[in-house]
């Protein structure tokens, strides 16, 4: 199983990115896929996931990010909208299948004018 990040760059704020997760060894349909965060000296955060349940977002990114999933392409992504400076962050993508958790290598996003 490998989960590959792309898409993370420098930002303004109010500016959008969309990162990619390109997911190998298993089927993105079959797996719980969610993205997080994580900046210098705080806990990775949950930002949002999907399962074939739906779709949740954590309080500070609802309405303004957005997750989905392309199964042709077993790519997971996340839409980013609005962006802050506080979105700051290296995001990770992360698939929960077959009762084993997987880590991307993270994408690193900055918000800054």
Known sequence: VELVESGGGLVQPGGSLRLSCAASGFTVSRAALSWYRQ???KERELVARITR?????????????SISKD???????????????EDTAKYYCNAEYQWLTYWGQGTQVTVSS
């Open 39 to 41: 900046t210098p000296g």
């Open 71 to 85: 199964i042709a392409t077993n790519t997971v992504y996340l839409q980013m909208n609005s962006l802050k400076p």
């Open 53 to 65: 349940a739906g779709t949740t977002t954590n309080n500070d990114t609802s309405g303004r990010f």
